[in-house]
Structure formats: structure tokens, C-alpha cells
């Protein structure tokens, strides 16, 4: 049985270093206003070339994340596995609109399930159906609503084919 009130099992694999900066991290979000402050400055300050990638990086995605590449999250998942610390590789990207921004999405979710199959200390793969296709697409079909428009069939049947890609990928880990 698992036991999450023991905070010493259940930080083992953290640093002091970590642990503080974590301990920070969580204070300052616990403040709503400063949530949604940053929520709105940050894509400006961003779009601006302003300096603030490395302090989120140092942060909020140190915290959350083990890298932006498979590769770059091998370390943190083999740090994490020698304390019986599973893995999640998450690609949540939404919101793109072209066949080939989806195709690069489902080339990617198709890599992290192949790395699950061969990793002990990944012990399940996960994706976004939104990544994979349009949201107002994904509706019509989910609906099964008509469709005439022969675009739109078409685009309809590419996300189904990229879903039964993933699928299929899912059943061989191949």
C-alpha cells in the first residue's frame, strides 16, 4: 500500500536545493492574483524578446518538466526511476491548424510511446486527441454530425487515421 504522509519517502528524491525552490515556487502561485498576472504578462513579455525564458525555465519548468526532447528527458527519468519515481512523456501541444503541425504532433506522441514500451521507469504513455486535429472537428465527429464539405471529410478522416496510427502503436509499441 502506498503511503503519502511520509514526506521523507516521499521527497527522497529531492535535494535541499529542490526542495526549497519548490517550497517558493508554491508559495508564489498560491497567490490567485499573481497566477493570473503572470498568465497574462508572460506571452508579452515573451513576444517582447524580454529576458524571463531562463528564470521559467529555472522554475515553473524545472518543477514540472524533464526536458523539451525525449533525449533531454532521459536523465530526469533515470534519476527518478532509481527511486521507484515513474515517468510521464507528455507532449501537449493544442491549438494548431495545419495537417503538418498535426502530423509533427502525432510523430512525436508516436516517439514517446515507443520510448515507453522500452523503459521500465516509464510505465505509461499519455496524449492530447486535440493535438492530433482540430477541437471544432473532433466535435463534429464526435457527434457524428453530416458533412458535406468534401475539406472537411477529408480532414475528418486524417485525424482518424492518426488516432488508429497511435492506437496501433499503442497494441505493438512498435
Not at 508572460?42 to 517582447?48: R, Y
Not at 522554475?59 to 532509481?82: H, N, P, S, V
Not at 522500452?118 to 472537428?137: M, N, Q, W, Y
Request: glycine share 6%; aromatic share 10%; net charge positive.
Amino acid at each position: 500500500m502506498l503511503d503519502f504522509s511520509n514526506t521523507e519517502i516521499a521527497f527522497r528524491a529531492k535535494n535541499k536545493k529542490d526542495l526549497r525552490r519548490a517550497y517558493w515556487l508554491f508559495k508564489v502561485v498560491s497567490f490567485p492574483w499573481i497566477v493570473r498576472f503572470g498568465k497574462r504578462i508572460t506571452p508579452w513579455l515573451i513576444k517582447l524578446h524580454f529576458p524571463i525564458t531562463g528564470l521559467i525555465k529555472k522554475t515553473i519548468f524545472k518543477q514540472f518538466c524533464g526536458g523539451e526532447t525525449i533525449d533531454e528527458c532521459e536523465a530526469c527519468t533515470t534519476a527518478l526511476g532509481e527511486f521507484k519515481i515513474g515517468t510521464i512523456l507528455d507532449y501537449s501541444v493544442e491549438g494548431k491548424t495545419s495537417d503538418e503541425d498535426f502530423e509533427h504532433t502525432t510523430q512525436v506522441i508516436l516517439s514517446t510511446i515507443k520510448k515507453a514500451s522500452e523503459s521500465k521507469h516509464i510505465p505509461f504513455a499519455v496524449f492530447k486527441v486535440t493535438g492530433i486535429g482540430r477541437f471544432d472537428l473532433l466535435e463534429v465527429a464526435s457527434k457524428n454530425q453530416s458533412v458535406d464539405e468534401p475539406s472537411t471529410v477529408q480532414e475528418i478522416e486524417g485525424i482518424k487515421a492518426r488516432f488508429v496510427r497511435i492506437c496501433a502503436t499503442i497494441v505493438t509499441g512498435k
